[in-house]
């Protein structure tokens, strides 16, 4: 399923994507998220995925920069490396593509790195510890996130078979050989949107630090099949801290 920017005659919203309320504008997503968010928090705001989109892309006035690759992988350990193919659909920018790098240097280590464990990586890790070691490697460099007000990341993974229930790109789901298939049976699936703003649109936290506003959406469709439900996406809030601002824009 691709989300792709949707033109709109709505003028530009400058609410916090997760405070707006719901209305009929919203897009449909055909399937309810979990969150990490508490009960008492607004269903609105629990199922925030879908307020966020409407926000990014309706917005007119900025441009939503969007990147999506998948990687397939054989599962059989860790250390089998894996083969990644760009969407062609994708229109990124220099930002959407450092993010990308370093989310595939993070799915790097969790294919390569030799561990006791022998479960599958990544499908059968922890969703929420997968989450966190996400948001830690997202962290690790302030400088990545100068520029960068508001960044969706999309996670799905799962069993070849499953491709075309969340991907619509016919370069991805029909390559057309089986023996592709048999060689890389799993993959995991990364899609990055993004708004860039001017320095002084960005929000500063009470040091003076600019902050970018980041929502992980972490779905594993292989679990459905044994638990009904459980493969709805995980849906992560984190707001992550970049460099210091001008003494000037404090």
């Avoid at 240097?105 to 390569?112: E, F, N, S």
């Avoid at 030799?114 to 490697?137: A, G, K, N, Y």
């Avoid at 469709?221 to 824009?249: K, L």
């Amino acid at each position: 399923m691709s989300i792709g920017s949707r033109p709109s005659t709505s003028a530009p919203c400058t609410q916090s994507p997760f405070r707006i309320q719901a209305s009929s504008s919203a897009p449909t997503v055909g399937f309810t998220f979990s969150s990490n968010m508490t009960a008492w928090q607004s269903i609105e705001e629990r199922e925030s995925y879908a307020l966020f989109l409407a926000v990014m892309e309706k917005d007119y006035w900025k441009s939503v920069s969007t990147i999506r690759s998948t990687y397939f992988f054989d599962g059989i350990g860790r250390g089998g490396g894996f083969l990644a193919i760009p969407h062609l659909a994708s229109h990124g920018n220099a930002k959407t593509n450092v993010l990308c790098r370093l989310l595939e240097a993070w799915l790097t280590r969790k294919l390569v790195e030799p561990t006791i464990s022998d479960s599958i990586p990544v499908l059968e890790d922890s969703i929420q510890s997968s989450i966190l070691s996400i948001e830690r490697h997202l962290q690790a460099d302030p400088r990545v996130w100068a520029g960068i007000s508001q960044a969706f990341i999309h996670i799905r993974c799962g069993h070849v078979f499953m491709l075309d229930s969340c991907c619509d790109d016919k370069t991805i789901v029909h390559l057309g050989a089986d023996e592709f298939y048999q060689d890389y049976p799993l993959f995991v699936d990364v899609e990055i949107k993004m708004n860039g703003d001017v320095s002084s649109q960005l929000q500063l936290n009470s040091k003076g630090q600019r902050t970018s506003e980041v929502l992980i959406a972490f779905q594993n469709m292989s679990r459905g099949n044994s638990h009904p439900g459980s493969e709805r996406p995980y849906v992560h809030r984190t707001m992550i801290t970049g460099a210091s601002a001008p003494t000037s824009q404090i």
